[in-house]
Nanobody, 117 residues
Framework: QVQLVESGGGLVQPGGSLRLSCAAS????????MNWYRQAPGKERELVAV????????NYAGSVKGRFTISRDNAKNTVYLQMNSLKPEDTAVYYC??????????WGQGTQVTVSS
């Protein structure tokens, strides 16, 4: 079955960096665009970054553009989110996601990122 397993979250000081990973299995990973979302306490889940199925296309939320980089390794069935210059407002649970052509959405369990001094 489809599995998305995030890792790499943690506590970091403002200005620091983290790299999130999402290991995917159970579907043809290289055929699908992949997304990172985040949800802060009391807020709606928001789309952070998108990457095309072969990595040639990327797009970012305005709040993270220039600081975050999404990438993927199709040989490892893994998508990454490199987060630099982190701010307290980046604190959230970060989720890996993709949508099948049938319209079904798949989510990982999430990984907590906390930016605090």
């Amino acid at each position: 079955q489809v599995q998305l397993v995030e890792s790499g979250g943690g506590l970091v000081q403002p200005g620091g960096s983290l790299r999130l990973s999402c290991a995917a299995s159970g579907f043809p990973f290289s055929s699908y665009a992949m997304n990172w979302y985040r949800q802060a306490p009391g807020k709606e889940r928001e789309l952070v970054a998108v990457i095309g199925n072969v990595g040639g296309f990327t797009n970012y939320a305005g709040s993270v553009k220039g600081r975050f980089t999404i990438s993927r390794d199709n040989a490892k069935n893994t998508v990454y989110l490199q987060m630099n210059s982190l701010k307290p407002e980046d604190t959230a649970v970060y989720y890996c996601h993709f949508r099948r052509i049938t319209g079904s959405d798949y989510w990982g369990q999430g990984t907590q990122v906390t930016v605090s001094s």
